[in-house]
């Protein structure tokens, strides 16, 4: 089962939440508010949520704070594997693009919404899942879903803000059934390294100044 998703604004101006073809399921509504990373420059996210001996995976892409369209799919397995799944949404992402029915890629490299709404194009939007094809994790490493961890609740939700600190599937065996990963580019991580080398720089030069003092 593969689906779209996404926030339209609707006659009264207000929006609201869609999905097609699966209208109604809402699995991910309780993900989607979680805070974007400020340090993401592409709002990217993976939300993963467990229900009913299912894994749902989705990408989202954040056009503003409450404006966003997304990808999702179940499985009944647990990814082990972050990259693989993220490139898997980002080709899903791009076709989608490609077919510039609800997004299309600037020349910035950047997404943009078109304005069309899922019922405006429903029968482009057929063609392009019936030749996108079921999303699943056939070609990405996985393993079966393990038993339900009690001790956690299942509304508890973690977010990881780096997909290279913990796989999905980690989170999944420790017992959480929802998860929120930002997704930090190369650039990013740069920036961090930069502001860690700065602030140790920083902390040196104070140390130092206090060992003069003391002389």
Known sequence: MTWLFGTFRN????RRYYEYPHHGMGVFTPLLDYKIDKFTKRSEQILVHRENGYIYYAYVYRFSKKRYIGIAFRDTRVCDDNNQ?????????????????????????????TGKKFQDCRVDLDVFLNGLG?????????????TINLAVPANDIT????????????????????????????????????????????????????????V
Request: aromatic letters at 8%.
């Open 85 to 113: 799944l993220l490139h898997l949404f980002r080709s899903a992402f791009q076709s989608l693009a490609d077919e510039q029915l609800i997004v299309r890629e600037k020349s910035d490299g950047e997404y943009k919404a």
């Open 134 to 146: 079921e999303l699943n994790l056939d070609n990405i490493a996985s393993h079966p879903l393990p």
């Open 159 to 214: 977010a990881q803000y780096d997909l290279d600190r913990y796989s999905i599937g980690q989170l999944i065996d420790m017992g959480f059934c929802n998860a929120v990963f930002n997704v930090l580019h190369e650039k990013s991580r740069i920036n961090e390294c930069v502001v860690a080398v700065i602030v140790a720089l920083i902390l040196g030069g104070l140390i130092y100044l206090i060992s003069q003092i003391r």
């Open 11 to 14: 006659k009264m101006a207000k």
